[in-house]
């Protein structure tokens, strides 16, 4: 049975290496916990955050399959790893990581056409692909930025709407005004809008969108739990706590994810840093010093702005 994707702060997942550049799935279910703990109210795994394009095919549907069965049911759970460039290999992915029982099946929005084709060719594609994947599978969208940022008019989101058949898009565009225009489009349907970016957040909040699904939710993701909850009741705190965030989240521009699972390091979940989508041994003592530094500080904050409040 599938779950609901519920509204609120859906950390876009990382993947935790061995030494030996494997799947670390010990570490994986200490940052599942992690993450519920506090506050997500859902899971984006195997998106460009778990470096699903380094990911073979058999590792996206095994850890697809793992967050699943480790939330155990506390919270619901959505995946894409929809990476191939042939038509045929995406509709071989998708149908697997259906298969793990996930509660959204999220395609990436550029695997559906080039750089230089309209978007008439991505709504006939994306027709294509919908006919070849089972109707009662829940879907969701994700503009991921790599290897190009496509992003849906607010005409095509109400396409995709219309099918009945989508549940979740990450919106990526930091565009305010795009973001209203989109949650108009979709008015009374079924497919809920998550903004990516923090600057905008809080105004999109005001807008009427659903939730958070990104990468500073690998840091604090306790403090996005808290605006979510609280924006509306406390809006001076919400506004004092979303500066903070806004300015917190520049740390995207380090070597990301490598300065995340050093931010976990310091949390006691991960053993080390490892990437395959960076190099980790580029990461610097100074961007080190950073990253410990806005750890103490979200500590600070977390005090400020329990989410038990």
């Not at 695997?111 to 109707?135: F, H, M, Q, T, Y």
């Not at 790599?146 to 979740?168: H, I, N, Q, V, W």
């Amino acid at each position: 049975m599938y779950q609901n994707i519920t509204n609120g702060n859906w950390p876009v997942m990382l993947t935790p290496f061995t030494e030996q550049n494997e799947v670390d799935y010990e570490a994986l279910e200490r940052l599942i916990d992690w993450y519920i703990e506090r506050g997500a109210d859902g899971l984006f795994a195997v998106c460009q955050s778990s470096e699903m394009y380094t990911l073979t095919l058999e590792e996206r549907v095994l850890i697809a399959a793992f967050v699943k069965a480790k939330t155990a049911g506390r919270v619901p759970v959505i995946a894409s790893g929809h990476v191939s460039d042939d038509f045929e290999d995406q509709v071989a992915e998708l149908n697997a990581i259906a298969e793990t029982g996930v509660d959204a099946v999220v395609l990436i929005t550029n695997r559906l056409a080039g750089p230089d084709e309209s978007d008439d060719v991505w709504l006939a594609n994306l027709d294509k692909l919908l006919a070849r994947i089972p109707e009662h599978v829940p879907l969701g969208l994700y503009e991921c930025p790599a290897p190009y940022r496509r992003l849906l008019t607010p005409e095509m989101l109400k396409k995709c709407s219309d099918t009945g058949r989508f549940r979740f898009i990450k919106d990526v565009s930091c565009d305010l005004q795009l973001i209203g225009d989109k949650l108009k489009a979709v008015q009374g349907g079924s497919l809920k809008i998550f903004n990516a970016n923090t600057a905008t957040l809080l105004g999109s909040y005001r807008l009427g969108a659903f939730g958070f699904s990104g990468v500073m939710a690998n840091f604090h993701p306790e403090l996005y739990t808290w605006l979510f909850r609280n924006w509306e009741s406390r809006p001076e705190e919400a506004e004092e706590l979303s500066d903070f965030l806004s300015v917190a989240s520049f740390i995207e521009r380090q070597l990301y994810p490598v300065n995340a699972k050093y931010y976990l390091m310091l949390e006691g979940v991960l053993t080390n840093y490892r990437c395959r989508s960076k190099n980790h041994e580029e990461f610097s003592a100074t961007q080190r010093l950073e990253v410990e530094q806005l750890h103490r500080l979200s500590k600070r904050y977390a005090q400020k702005f329990p989410i038990s409040s």
